[in-house]
Structures are given as structure tokens and as C-alpha cells.
């Protein structure tokens, strides 16, 4: 069946500028109290921010246009240069923040090579997938051979440590091949080995032990590791239905630490209340169905798998995030997409959804009046 290209969908981008619009004025919100207080100017963060934004504006547009095509072919390179960043990051050239050496300083800004490494695979499994998707059933020839690269890359980052980035992959990764029609005996193979490993790995770091012990309790240590979960509940409980009012949070006056980017959420919950934190979480709602909704459709396999796992990635970093601020997840470092501040994240997320709002122009013919 040939393929027709279809106009952009305009659900999905919609949803993205809406979000996107949320995030710089959150952003503002949340960084202008920190702002003046490190940097003497309250519109520092928000400045770095929109700098940012501007970028991952032209990265989305240029995605959307480029031949899907020159991404196949782009997709080996660009996994290479992911795993090389990697590597250049725990052999000495990564920057430490907040006890993570996860980060590459060009001095004009951080750049975090995870972001870059999740766009990869998601492209990489969509190529390696949709060729060799009559083997995928077979252990050496489907399972292991897919999953080859992604335990590198999963390796590179294990040892940063950037876990919340590996629970990423590993999730993107699972749903992709869910999808491919991989077997459920070697799924759950799989997942059980991801599962033990991930627990000897959490178990061994006292670090990571003890957000696990805090999760379960955080008021065992209130003052402690305690302190940003309770802070954070504290947040979205006082912003009841409707919020404090915007620009009114009490909590991102240094009460919780990353209130503009890993808890940005809390913040948004408290001046803008259920309301706005319920619209945040029906605006992913809409990225997941129309993005899961193309992949469903498209009668190419590539740019099924590339839907599916483009979509996967931008919805599941968005579940940890907020299931870590309302308290069902241990604090992993994973950052709200299009919400939080952070250039890489923006950049990385506006690029991988201009690539979504790409593939799912291609339609089966007919499927334009469907």
C-alpha cells in the first residue's frame, strides 16, 4: 500500500505548543525567587530557558521536514556518536551535578548525552525492528541481537549513574518490542533479570538504598532525604482545585529544592491547583493517543515502531516525573518534557516530537478520510 503524506496533526501539536507555553511561563514562575537570589537578576533562568527554546523551535521544525528515509539512513551514526558521548562522560570529560557525572560542559551550556542516546535507540530499534521483524521471535536472532546496543548504552549510563535515564530506555525499550511481537517467555526473562540487577545495583549504594527506604517513608528522615518528597506534597496539597494564583507559591521560596526542574510539577500543582495539574497530565494524554494512534495506522513498519517508540519515550519520562513528585516513585531525576527547565531535556523533547508530528503525516492512502 503506497504511503501519502498528510497534513500535520494538529491534536498533537496543539498539544505540544500548549504545553510548551506552560513550561516557560512555570519556568518563570518557579526560577525567579532562585534566580535573584544566585544570580542577582530574576529572569537569569528564565533567559537560559528561552535561549533553549528558540533552539528546540528550529530543531521540531527541521525534524518535521526531514525524509523519514534520511533517518534510516542518519540512524548508525547518530547511535555512535550517543555511545561515544557516553563514554566520553565517565572517561573524564562528564561534569558532577547533584552526584551524577551525567553531563558534558561546552562552556556556552551542559549538554547531557542520555537525551541524545534515548533518541537514538528509539531509532535505532525502529530500524533494526521493522528489518528483522520475522526473527523477532527467536531468542538469538530477535531478542538478543536487539537488545545488544541498548545494554551498551544502558551500561554507559548505569555507571554516570543516571537512573532515572536507564528506567527510561529500559521502559521505551520493553514497549518496543512488546510491539514487535516479541515473546512473552523471553519478555519476562528479561524483566525479571532488569529487576534483580536494578535491585543489586539500588542495594549496593547507600545513596540510592536510602531514597528507596525515604520513598516508603519520607518522614523518617523530614529534615534529610525526607525533606524534598514532603516539601513537594506540601506543595500540591495547599493548591487545592484551582492553585494559590500563578507567581503565588510559597514552596519555591527555597522550601523545595528543584522547584523549576525535576519538581517543577509540585509548583505547577500549587499556584495553578487540580485544574492545571490535571490539564498538564490530559495534555500527554493527547500526545500518548495520537502518537499510539499513528503507529496503529501507518502501514510501514518503520514509522509504526518510530510512533510507538518516539511516543513512549516523551509519555513515560512524563509518568515517572509526576509519579515521583506525588509520591509513588523514589526521586529518580527525570525531568517534566516541554514543563521542566533544562536545555537538553527541551531540546531532545522538541526534537523527538517534531519527529513524531513527522511520521505520522505518512498515511495509508485513503486514511486521510478515515
Given amino acids: 500500500m503506497n504511503l501519502k503524506k498528510g497534513p500535520v496533526d494538529l491534536w498533537l501539536l496543539t498539544a505540544v505548543v500548549v504545553l510548551f507555553g506552560i513550561g516557560l511561563i512555570m519556568v518563570f514562575s518557579a526560577s525567579s525567587a532562585y534566580s535573584y537570589n544566585n544570580y542577582s537578576d530574576p529572569y537569569y533562568v528564565i533567559k537560559k530557558q528561552a535561549q533553549w527554546a528558540i533552539i528546540g523551535i528550529i530543531a521540531l521544525a527541521a525534524a518535521i521536514k526531514v525524509p523519514v528515509d534520511?533517518?534510516?539512513?542518519?540512524?548508525?551514526?547518530?547511535?555512535?556518536?550517543?555511545?561515544?558521548?557516553l563514554v566520553a562522560v565517565i572517561a573524564g570529560?562528564?561534569?558532577?551535578?547533584?552526584?551524577?557525572?551525567?553531563?558534558?560542559?561546552?562552556?556556552?551550556?551542559?549538554?547531557?548525552?542520555?537525551?541524545?542516546?534515548?533518541?537514538?535507540?528509539?531509532?535505532?530499534?525502529?530500524?533494526?525492528?521493522?528489518?528483522?521483524?520475522?526473527s523477532v521471535r527467536s531468542f538469538k536472532d530477535g531478542l538478543a541481537s536487539n537488545l545488544f546496543v541498548p545494554v551498551i548504552a544502558a551500561a554507559l549510563i548505569m555507571k554516570q549513574p543516571d537512573l532515572g535515564g536507564l528506567l527510561i530506555i529500559a521502559g521505551t525499550v520493553f514497549v518496543m518490542l512488546i510491539i514487535a511481537g516479541s515473546r512473552l517467555d523471553h519478555l519476562s526473562l528479561m524483566a525479571g533479570l532488569s529487576g534483580l540487577l536494578g535491585f543489586i545495583y539500588?542495594?549496593?549504594?547507600?545513596?540510592?538504598?536510602?531514597?528507596?527506604?525515604?520513598?516508603?517513608?519520607?518522614?523518617?528522615?523530614?529534615?534529610?532525604?525526607?525533606?524534598?518528597p514532603i516539601q513537594a506534597l506540601l506543595a500540591l496539597g495547599s493548591g487545592g482545585l484551582n492553585g494559590v494564583?500563578?507567581?503565588?507559591?510559597?514552596?519555591?521560596?527555597?522550601?523545595?529544592?528543584?522547584?523549576?526542574t525535576d519538581f517543577i510539577f509540585a509548583i505547577l500543582g500549587e499556584e495553578l491547583g487540580f485544574i492545571g495539574a490535571f490539564t498538564v497530565i490530559l495534555l500527554f494524554g493527547v500526545i500518548a493517543w495520537r502518537g499510539y494512534r499513528a503507529a496503529m495506522?501507518?502501514?510501514?513498519?518503520?514509522?509504526?515502531?518510530?510512533a510507538a517508540g518516539l511516543t513512549t519515550m516523551l509519555v513515560l519520562q512524563a509518568i515517572v516525573n509526576i509519579a515521583v513528585v506525588v509520591g509513588l516513585m523514589p526521586v529518580t531525576g527525570v525531568t517534566l518534557p516541554f514543563v521542566s527547565y533544562g536545555g537538553s531535556s527541551l531540546l531532545f523533547s522538541m526534537l523527538g516530537v517534531g519527529l513524531l508530528l513527522n511520521v505520522t503525516r505518512y498515511l495509508p492512502s485513503g486514511a486521510e478520510n478515515q
Fill in 70 to 85: 534520511w533517518l534510516k539512513r542518519l540512524t548508525p551514526a547518530l547511535m555512535l556518536l550517543a555511545l561515544g558521548l
Fill in 93 to 134: 570529560l562528564g561534569t558532577e551535578v547533584n552526584g551524577s557525572t551525567a553531563w558534558i560542559d561546552f562552556k556556552i551550556g551542559r549538554f547531557q548525552p542520555t537525551e541524545l542516546a534515548k533518541l537514538a535507540l528509539v531509532l535505532y530499534l525502529s530500524r533494526t525492528l521493522s528489518t528483522n521483524i520475522a
Fill in 202 to 228: 539500588v542495594y549496593n549504594s547507600k545513596l540510592r538504598w536510602e531514597r528507596v527506604q525515604v520513598f516508603w517513608n519520607p518522614w523518617t528522615d523530614p529534615d534529610g532525604k525526607g525533606f524534598q
Fill in 245 to 260: 494564583g500563578l507567581g503565588k507559591s510559597s514552596q519555591k521560596l527555597f522550601h523545595l529544592p528543584e522547584q523549576h
Fill in 297 to 306: 495506522r501507518s502501514s510501514d513498519l518503520y514509522i509504526s515502531f518510530l
